[in-house]
């Protein structure tokens, strides 16, 4: 399973928990798969060619902070030491009035079943399960 941390400041130093599937705001008149299929080259830094009929949709979960994530799964190949993700500008330090630039994604990783379960936020862990059921 890869999983993706997320970069900034916030998150630099959580990790159990803290990982999740690649994933970003639905565009206006985009289909779902596509979003996913977006984020995922966004994130990654990587070019993907699936077909729809490739992918393996695990439907959706909510998480803690109400935003409901659609997923799906495929079989593909990524070398995480090629990650290039795309950027986001924050104010950093806090209340400083300085703008700082950070990746969306500072990490990759491939886990197996079990230790991506201890990584990945909780409410993804069900898409774990229905992977596994599949």
Not at 20 to 48: D, S
Request: aromatic residues 10%; charged residues 30%.
């Amino acid at each position: 399973m890869l999983l993706v941390h997320p970069g900034g400041p916030y998150w630099a130093k959580k990790d159990l928990g803290a990982w999740a599937i690649p994933k970003g705001e639905v565009e206006e008149g985009e289909e779902l798969h596509e979003c996913a299929l977006r984020e995922l080259e966004e994130e990654l830094g990587a070019e993907f060619r699936f077909a729809f009929e490739d992918l393996i949709e695990l439907e959706s979960v909510r998480q803690r902070s109400g935003k409901v994530v659609h997923c799906w799964a495929v079989e593909a190949d990524f070398d995480p030491a090629t990650l290039n993700s795309n950027t986001f500008t924050m104010e950093w330090p806090p209340r400083s009035g300085g703008q700082q630039e950070f990746p969306e994604v500072d990490r990759a990783e491939w886990f197996g079943i079990e230790a991506a379960r201890k990584k990945i936020i909780p409410a993804q862990a069900e898409f774990l399960d229905r992977l596994l059921n599949r």
